[in-house]
């Protein structure tokens, strides 16, 4: 079971960024999708919940701290969730990762995560 983040980068505050994360080695659909991200001098232990969508692909639930900016998606066919990341700040700089469990807990694995950094 393999996690590949991707679509970091360097933006100006107010930009936008989209990024993806493709799934390998599971049965995409039964998986529940997460993003999270780690901040700069903060620990694994603080990683930071963003947004979430279940197996059964219903809305996403968002973190407070993004809601209204951010939007996540998945498309099974092509294995990949996606977040929308829009008007971007200082603070959504950070080390941006995914998760997927599957529904049953029988797996529970991590991408190695993309950089974003927000910096005019």
């Known amino acids: 079971v393999q996690l590949a983040e991707s679509g970091g980068d360097l933006v100006q505050p107010g930009e936008s960024l989209r990024l993806s994360c493709a799934a390998s080695?599971?049965?995409?659909?039964?998986?529940?999708l997460y993003w999270y991200r780690q901040a700069p001098e903060k620990s694994e232990k603080e990683r930071e919940f963003?947004?979430?969508?279940?197996?059964?692909?219903?809305?996403?639930v968002y973190a407070n701290s993004i809601k209204g900016r951010f939007t996540m998606s998945r498309d099974n066919a092509k294995r990949t969730v996606f977040l929308q990341m829009n008007s971007l700040k200082a603070e959504d700089t950070a080390v941006y990762y995914c998760?997927?469990?599957?529904?049953?807990?029988?797996?529970?694995?991590w991408g190695q995560g993309t950089q974003v950094t927000v910096s005019s």
């Open positions: 963003l947004a979430t969508i279940s197996h059964v692909n219903g809305p996403a």
């Open positions: 998760n997927a469990r599957k529904w049953d807990g029988s797996y529970d694995v």
């Open positions: 080695g599971l049965t995409f659909n039964e998986a529940n």
